[in-house]
């Protein structure tokens, strides 16, 4: 049974951080595309970042425009997993953040292919982040 799970969510303080862990179980997502998306109160789910893989243990990071500077995805292959380092946070921040995985997309997907929701495959249960003001 493949599994993602993250970990990592909590609470923090306006200008904070926190990083957000997400390790997959039951197989390898060894040239999948894994990342993040999010889901605010009364929202739609969101992208936040994705990792594309390049060769080896190398990857290509994409970001949604409005987290670029301030969130950090990275991804450990050995460990099967992916993280998100978030700094500088605001309470706008505050939602569930979701692990994603996709076997459909590559290095050559291009933005609005990566941050749609429909071409991931895999999804975690999700962890609450709430930013105090």
């Known amino acids: 049974q493949v599994q993602l799970v993250e970990s990592g969510g909590g609470l923090a303080q306006a200008g904070g951080s926190l990083r957000l862990s997400c390790a997959a179980s039951?197989?390898?997502?060894?040239?999948?595309?894994m990342g993040w998306f999010r889901q605010a109160p009364g929202k739609e789910r969101e992208f936040v970042a994705t990792t594309t893989w390049n060769r080896g243990s190398s990857y290509y990071a994409n970001y949604a425009d409005a987290m670029k500077g301030r969130f950090t995805i990275s991804r450990d292959y050995a460990k099967n997993s992916v993280y998100l380092q978030m700094n500088s946070l605001k309470p706008e921040d505050t939602a569930v953040y979701y692990c994603?995985?996709?076997?459909?997309?590559?290095?050559?997907?291009?933005?609005?292919?990566?941050?749609?929701?429909?071409?991931?495959?895999?999804w975690g249960q999700g962890t609450q982040v709430t930013v105090s003001s």
């Open positions: 994603a995985a996709s076997d459909r997309l590559t290095s050559t997907s291009v933005g609005g292919r990566l941050a749609d929701e429909a071409r991931y495959d895999y």
């Open positions: 039951g197989r390898t997502f060894s040239t999948s595309a």
